[in-house]
């Protein structure tokens, strides 16, 4: 079973992508770069699942 954060890292990285897929990739470093430096712990798992969810957004923007 795939981890909610793991599906909201895809959902959020998916549609910013069909937007503008150069913004999905700030949003999903620039978030576990914070992560990093405060509060949040940072995963290579949850930049998987953005870039993931680039891809795919950026996949159906071209249908």
């Given at each position: ?15 910013l992508a ?16 914070l ?29």
């Amino acid at each position: 079973m795939i981890a909610q954060d793991k599906l909201l890292h895809f959902i959020f990285s998916f549609f910013l992508a069909l937007v503008e897929p150069a913004w999905a990739v700030m949003a999903g470093l620039g978030k576990e770069l914070l992560d990093l430096a405060g509060p949040g712990v940072a995963e290579f798992g949850d930049l998987a699942a953005d870039l993931l969810g680039i891809l795919a957004g950026i996949l159906v923007g071209q249908l």
